[in-house]
Each structure stands twice: as structure tokens, then as C-alpha cells.
């Protein structure tokens, strides 16, 4: 099945925004994000003619995505271990004014999560996507969806009742 370009541009257009979100939490840059999502409609583009319409084309491109922002992640990280001198040099990030203790806190846990429960629990929780979705998006079953969401939540949960937000340490409301 050959899909056309105008499918691809009423993608992006349709999709694109959602995509930078799903690779802004992936990889932790919008820069990166934009540059994965970029990547990902090319690689789509390039490779249309194995589209089999076996699943929706949104959930075909959200797979190159993903693959895109591991391929992407496993550069940068290639990339920090050739830089590890000139980092150790950088002082560490401050927190802007604004951000909540409990946002900080949740970034924080949902980012130590294993890469597979981290995925499943942001493109469902963050980015609103079915267990059906995330299935075909992730080559899983949906069961195994199910399942993963289940455990990330139970670990955000605990790892919440360990490490409370520093507002909720001092027992502020």
C-alpha cells in the first residue's frame, strides 16, 4: 500500500505537537524532541511503501518515533561519555521559581523507572494514548500494557510514600 505524501503532512499537522511531547518526555530536550520528530516523519516518508495498513498509520509513525528517540537517546548518551570532563565543570541546573515540589518529585521518580514501565506510564498518562495504542506503538500486547501501567504506578506510589515532595517533608499543606 503506498501512502502519499498529503497523508503524511495531515499527520503532521494532526500529530506533530502530541509527537514533540511524546519525544520531549522520552528524551528529556525539546530541542532533541523536535530533532526526533523531524527524524521520525523523514524515516516514515522514506519507508512508505512498507506501510502495510496493518495498523493506523498515526500508530505506525508514533513506532518510528519511539525507535527514533532510542536511537537518539543511546547518540546523546555516546555522546555525554566522550564530554564527561567538560560536565563535571558546568554547575548543576537550578530550579525555577515556579516549579512545583510535587511535579519535581514525580519527573524525578518517572525518570528512574524502568525505560519500558517509563514508556507505557507517559504515553498513557501523559499523552492520553489507548492501551490499544500503546501496544501497536510499542510492538507489545495489550495485556503487557495493562500490566506495565499497573507497575509503574505501584512504584510512583511507593517511591512518593518514601521520598514525599520537600513542601510535604516540612509538613506544609
Not at 502530541?18 to 523536535?34: F, I, P, Q, T
Not at 521520525?40 to 495498513?53: P, T, V
Not at 510535587?102 to 489507548?130: A, D, M, Q
Not at 501497536?136 to 506495565?148: D, F, H, P
Request: glycine content about 6%.
Amino acid at each position: 500500500m503506498q501512502t502519499s505524501l498529503s497523508a503524511f503532512e495531515e499527520l503532521y499537522h494532526t500529530h506533530g505537537e502530541r509527537m514533540k511531547s511524546v519525544a520531549y518526555n522520552l528524551l528529556g530536550s525539546r530541542s532533541d524532541a523536535e530533532d526526533a520528530v523531524q527524524e521520525a516523519f523523514l524515516k516514515a516518508c522514506r519507508s512508505r511503501e512498507r506501510f502495510g495498513g496493518r495498523a493506523a498509520l498515526s500508530t505506525w509513525i508514533y513506532r518510528i518515533l519511539i525507535n527514533t528517540c532510542y536511537d537518539l537517546g543511546r547518540r546523546r548518551t555516546s555522546h555525554r561519555d566522550d564530554r564527561t570532563d567538560e560536565l563535571s565543570t558546568v554547575p548543576p541546573p537550578t530550579v525555577a521559581p515556579g516549579d512545583h515540589p510535587l511535579r519535581i518529585t514525580l519527573e524525578r521518580i518517572v525518570e528512574g523507572l524502568s525505560p519500558r514501565l517509563r514508556e507505557v506510564f507517559l504515553l498513557y498518562e501523559v499523552e492520553g494514548l489507548t492501551h490499544r495504542e500503546i501496544g501497536e506503538a510499542l510492538q507489545i500486547a495489550e495485556g503487557t500494557s495493562k500490566a506495565a501501567l499497573f507497575e509503574a504506578k505501584r512504584q510512583v506510589r511507593a517511591a512518593l510514600r518514601r521520598d514525599p515532595p520537600p513542601a510535604e517533608k516540612r509538613g506544609s499543606p
